[in-house]
């Protein structure tokens, strides 16, 4: 009996022995990462779009630990501390010009934001506790950006979207602060989650005076984390920090030929070699294939298929531009089977240091026009009627010459475009939203026939904002189309003699 005991005694050491080797391996295959990417990007207007893209992942922290190496420490807390599902927050400066700089690639889709700071959070807490998580959150933030993000804490400052993004958790808050100044003092806390900082890798580029004083700029970070699903399938805690800007070439050129540039043009500094902690380390030269010369212009207007400009056959001996450095790759993309896209110059920063440092430069030869891929509709949205008072909100869309049947949606009677519509409006302004109206191409419409769906959640005064997410399901040959809402606004005497704050009077 005794020798039974000893030898299942031995098989449950030799079990958890195997088990315990199984684990260490399965550790030891997760591993943190880092990567960093810059894309430079000529535009039609004379100006270069930069557009920085740092990247950090860490294991779930019950395989991996709560020690991390490259992971910043600060935004493990933060996940940890308020159980942060998916959050967005961006600090921006200008606003980016859909018709010249774009509004249809990935770019522009997702760091095409509003000036000043816009927040977005999804929690994992219970439902009680979200506003509790959505406060504290924002005076965490607050401190470690060195922004007035504390102020979106009070119950007028943020609402709770269910359609306009993708979780459908409920659990959801916005917020933005339009008039918050965007600085240095912003940029400097971003740049510390970065393992390098800026002083290797292409963070490096990063000189303060050269980002804001471009036309544009947007520093963001999204964060994506499932540390709180319970299936051994997760991924972890993903950070993402792009910093995206519009900047004028300071090289002088003919009016009529595009500016030269380089990087130490641009940004006054060149790239010593690559962040020792990132995985990879590239650089991209983005080129729309719908380049054409000035010459060929009005060959374009009559035959538009004949002087579209091949520009991957070779940069060179290519008549149009020139390179200062050779690529490492060049990428071809496709937006569909008849449609092509841009091309992308690759290069690695891997093969240069300090002692040969990276300073790529471009040089138009010619003069050439193009424009960027429009999205299939202009959007506007303005104020009717006189007096500040009473009015009209208004909501105006227009169809591109970028909108092709690709974009559409189509079933077995028509083609259609799904649009959504997400507004949000302060709680002193009284809108009446039985009053919504719909035209298109100038015609009032029914609103049952184009409106697929929708959800109104009224202001309340001093408590909420109002919210109105509508998803308008608009026919392929509609050229314009447009939503109006009437408003009553309360006087401004009125909101501050019935407040309990106190007021402040400035001389």
Known sequence: MSRLKSCFLLFLVLISASESLAEEATVEE???????????????????????????????????????????????????KFQIREMELSFTQGRWNYERWGG??????SNAKPPGVELWADFDVPQSQVDDSWKNLTHALSGLFCASINFLEHSTSYSAPQWSFRSISGKLRYGTLPREAVCTE??????KLLPCRDKAGL??????????????????????SDEFDTSKMGTGMVLEQTLTAVLQPNTFSVKKLQPSWSLSSLFGRTVGGKCSLSNSSNV?????????????????????????????????NNPFF????????VIKEAWNLQKEGSILYEYSVEDYNEFKPFDLGFRWKVPVFWSCQQAPLQVSRFLLGSGNERGAIAISMKSSSSNDIKTANCDENECWLRVGIFQVVPWYVKVYYHSLELFLDGEPQSSTDNIENIRVSPSEDKVSP???????????????????????KVSSDCIIYSSNRPAFVCY
């Open 466 to 488: 109002g919210v109105m997410e509508i998803v308008l399901r608009l026919p392929y040959s509609v050229k314009t189309a447009a939503l109006t809402l009437e408003f009553d």
């Open 322 to 329: 020139e390179l200062s450095l050779t690529p490492k790759t």
């Open 284 to 316: 991209y030269v983005q080129l729309e294939q719908n380049l054409a010369s000035e010459e060929d212009k009005s060959m374009k207007e009559n035959e538009a298929s004949k002087s579209e400009i091949v520009i991957h056959e070779g940069f060179q």
């Open 203 to 224: 963070s490096s580029l990063m000189d303060r005076p050269s980002i804001y004083r471009g036309y544009y700029h947007s520093q963001r970070l999204h964060l994506k």
């Open 186 to 191: 912003n940029l400097t806390p971003w740049l």
């Open 104 to 109: 249809f690639d990935p770019i522009s889709s």
């Open 30 to 80: 997760l591993i943190e990462e880092f990567t960093e990417a810059l894309l430079l990007r000529p535009l039609p207007d004379r100006k270069v779009l930069a557009h920085f893209h740092f990247q950090s992942s860490a294991p779930p922290s019950r395989t991996y630990g709560r020690h991390h190496h490259i992971f910043p420490k600060s935004i493990y807390q933060l996940v940890h």
